[in-house]
């Protein structure tokens, strides 16, 4: 991104035409190839752009704004609940971490409906034309969920100065979702696609969230808070919670930038997958092979479970020191506010910003789950 950059040397060169050459019987496929290759393209390159954002100039409430825009040029259904609305909502997860800051917390919620098919003629219906019915009840219903931080100081368990610097990248999995139900909009898949984003900044402040306060999330489960910097999983329970009430979804998946653990596990060639659900991980891994976003499946099951249990909540935000696996350990925390849902979990700390050795991937932000989930989604019914 050299937006903010004034010298015209420095500008990064654009490329201005492609020529493509093939035969004329495959014309037709070629040319639809390079549309709904656009369509992907420009929906990554804006997750991009966002992600490289400055935090002051993508706040959550820019980021609402940029939804609504995403909506209205798609003709999306968009609702956005301010803070006040999450805090009557119960939403404690999500308030909670936008204690310490100034600016309002967003939770965002786009939805996009199956194209209605034409039915065969009706009798009440004019001899002239066929009969629309709407069938978007009877499709399949996937929803994404993204953390939006849209920056992470780590609150009052304040991380080190180095490791606050790119930490406007913790919106990833906000932008990831929004953007990829941007493309699919376009591409018009045969699912129904609901998107939430909860966003919010992590900030210190004499209101911000204490290690040791409990939090009571939209579903009614409480958790201890021991460290204020395992902030994802909050706002991710509340927005998980929402979706499985509300939307009672077939398949949910959910995209956060959540541990430094799955980072150092995967480094920055696989986003780490958690889930139990042997379908939807075979057509998510489906779906990397096709899209080029690369999973790798970690492990769950009930001994790590016990590491989130609190002597005073529900469960606890951080895992216990002795059983480690902190990637895991965020999953299952994460997993009690999914209730029986088909659930995965994409931890995408390694892969969403300053990925090295890929020609592809200037550094910054790599749009990294955007032509998954189109994948997933174009894919779903075959």
Not at 57 to 62: R, S
Not at 167 to 186: F, H, P, R, T, Y
Not at 189 to 201: F, G, W
Not at 243 to 251: I, L, M, R, T
Request: hydrophobic share 40%; charged share 20%.
């Amino acid at each position: 991104m050299d937006d903010y950059i004034t010298e015209k040397s420095r500008k990064e060169n654009s490329l201005t035409q492609v020529v493509i050459v093939t035969d004329a019987q495959h014309k037709q496929q070629v040319q639809r190839g390079i549309d709904d290759g656009i369509i992907i393209g420009d929906a990554v390159n804006q997750a991009r752009h966002w992600v490289d954002m400055p935090p002051s100039d993508l706040t959550p409430q820019h980021v609402a704004e940029k939804a609504q825009e995403v909506a209205q040029r798609n003709n999306l259904k968009c609702t956005i609940f301010h803070e006040q609305e999450i805090i009557k909502m119960g939403m404690g997860g999500l308030a909670g971490v936008s204690r310490g800051s100034d600016i309002d917390c967003a939770l965002i919620i786009l939805e996009y409906k199956a194209p209605s098919s034409n039915a065969p003629y009706s009798a009440k219906a004019s001899s002239f034309a066929k009969a629309t019915v709407d069938t978007s009840a009877d499709r399949p219903t996937l929803c994404f969920v993204g953390k939006g931080i849209t920056f992470d100081s780590g609150g009052l368990s304040l991380k080190p100065a180095e490791s606050m610097e790119t930490m406007k990248e913790d919106m990833s999995g906000a932008a990831a979702v929004i953007c990829a139900i941007d493309a699919l909009a376009q591409l018009k898949p045969d699912v129904n696609i609901v998107v939430i984003a909860p966003t919010s900044e992590n900030l210190p402040s004499g209101h911000a969230t204490k290690p040791g306060d409990i939090v009571k999330f939209y579903n009614g489960k409480t958790a201890e808070i021991k460290n204020t910097d395992a902030e994802g999983r909050l706002i991710l329970a509340d927005a998980l919670s929402y979706a499985v009430k509300h939307y009672k979804p077939d398949a949910m998946v959910d995209l956060a930038t959540l541990t430094g653990a799955c980072a150092y596990a995967l480094g920055p060639v696989y986003s780490g997958l958690f889930s139990e659900h042997s379908e939807l991980i075979e057509k998510l891994h489906a779906a990397a092979d096709v899209s080029g976003d690369r999973l790798w499946q970690m492990p769950m099951g009930d001994d790590y479970k016990k590491a989130i249990t609190s002597t005073v909540a529900d469960i606890c935000n951080i895992g216990s020191k002795q059983i480690r696996a902190g990637g895991t350990t965020a999953a299952h925390f994460l997993q009690n506010f999914v209730d029986d849902t088909v659930w995965a979990h994409i931890d995408i700390a390694g892969t969403a910003f300053d990925v090295p050795n890929i020609s592809y991937f200037r550094p910054g932000g790599t749009g990294v789950g955007v032509r998954l989930l189109v994948a997933l989604a174009m894919n779903w019914n075959k």
